[in-house]
């Protein structure tokens, strides 16, 4: 039976999800495995100070961090090296407002929901849907709804 011993340990941690990654001296391929299921555009390594940046797609950024920065934080530890991510940006993004600029009309809480799973420019936030965000924060509907249409209101007016 095909990964007997990993549903063994599954099942010993009460059904946890585990990922495997297999493992390569190749440093850029390992990365790339462990920050799977993300799929990088580029990356630089700077092995003098312990440090990779990673370019992605804003909607690959959250599946490389993580719910609560889980994912990246293990790929750093793997690697042995600091990963720093990076969000491309396009010609259409360039006009894109951060979350922090609506601190006066959402709480700040609400907005660190929001960075834990990658978001932190508001098209970043409107381009996800709504079912989508309340399934990978820990907000309720209806505060989803409202900080989208906090949001909306602010590309309304350009």
Excluded at 98 to 120: A, P, R, S, V, Y
Excluded at 132 to 156: H, M, P, S, W, Y
């Amino acid at each position: 039976m095909k990964g007997s011993r990993i549903h063994a340990i599954v099942r010993e941690l009460q059904n946890e999800n585990i990922d495997v990654i297999n493992f390569t001296e190749n440093l850029e391929l390992y990365i790339q495995r462990a920050l799977s299921p993300a799929k990088l555009t580029s990356m630089k390594i700077d092995k003098e100070n312990g440090r990779v940046s990673v370019y992605l797609k804003p909607d690959q950024v959250s599946l490389a961090i993580g719910k609560g920065g889980l994912n990246i934080k293990l790929a750093s530890r793997l690697v042995d090296l600091e990963i720093d991510v990076f969000r491309e940006m396009d010609g259409s993004q360039e006009e894109d407002v951060d979350l922090n600029e609506f601190g006066d009309e959402i709480e700040g809480w609400i907005i660190d929901e929001l960075k834990k799973i990658g978001l932190d420019t508001a098209k970043s936030v409107l381009s996800m849907d709504v079912t989508e965000l309340v399934k990978r924060t820990d907000l309720e509907q209806e505060t989803v709804e409202g900080v989208q249409a906090i949001l909306k209101k602010e590309f309304e007016q350009e």
